[in-house]
């Protein structure tokens, strides 16, 4: 199962450093980090999802609720959130493949941000799922450079 | 001046501890971060944004460097390059803020992606300048929640 952590955390030197230590030290690996500033000054939002951790997974997020650093830890996994993540991505093309990428982009609502003589740049913004399928479709056509932001997620309605 | 750091970094446990220690050992503090899987399944992409370092920046950089887990690192500020980051953002509204505040999601092209009985979240990409004037026009109505991303960056053009 993936769990998508949130915390709320003090912005100040260190506190990613000594957050991903505990991971570290317990050998759980994650798939994204993200972590910036939120609308008041002192506080960043860290959003970490987590796949395939063996049950490590409680025991990592008590020692990290432990750190001075942490105002508030959720698991979004058992709650209502919506999640979503960014990718840039550079993909090959030519003369003859040309529509057929700008079709992919158009089902996926990608967006063209820049254009070279053999490449195109698009973002996309979904959940991960949606992601991974652009991906999947793109790979043919050879990816020169994806760059993912990592999942963040909001809770569902006026909470 | 900001910078924005981009490197390529194995897929493995502690990687991400490894380099933001390096950062806390010096006192640099970052503006964001944010590490994701690329196309290739042991590689990761880490970004990194950094401002006003007095000047600790390229020795911190020298640094993580020879951790053997870093397979390129680039400091983009150098180069040209696309940047961009996501926001997610729940805001107030009544019946008589309702349109004031659909119109500025119109001008800044948010997406809505739900609403409860006082509260609509919101999906913004752009540059940091546009996520921070949403923000800034948002703000007297009443963020309940804010999720920034990081910045994501692709070098302009085919390389």
Do not use: Y
């Not at 759980?28 to 999802?49: H, P, Q, W």
């Not at 001075?68 to 030519?94: C, H, N, P, Q, Y």
């Amino acid at each position: 199962m993936k769990h998508t952590i949130s915390a709320l955390v003090k912005n100040r030197v260190g506190v990613v450093a000594d957050v991903t230590d505990v991971f570290k030290r317990n050998g759980v690996n994650f798939k994204s980090i993200s972590c910036a500033e939120t609308e008041e000054f002192d506080v960043s939002r860290l959003v970490i999802t987590v796949e395939n951790h063996d049950g490590q997974l409680e025991n990592v997020l008590d020692q990290v609720r432990q750190l001075d650093s942490i105002a508030e830890l959720d698991d979004l996994s058992r709650k209502e959130f919506v999640d979503r993540e960014m990718a840039l991505i550079k993909v090959g093309f030519t003369r003859e493949t040309m529509t057929q990428v700008m079709q992919i982009f158009e089902v996926f609502r990608a967006n063209v941000i820049g254009m070279g003589q053999e490449t195109i740049s698009v973002e996309i913004t979904g959940d991960e799922d949606k992601v991974d399928g652009l991906i999947k479709m793109l790979r043919p056509h050879g990816i020169r450079s994806l760059c993912r932001t990592g999942v963040v997620a909001l809770k569902r309605g006026d909470e």
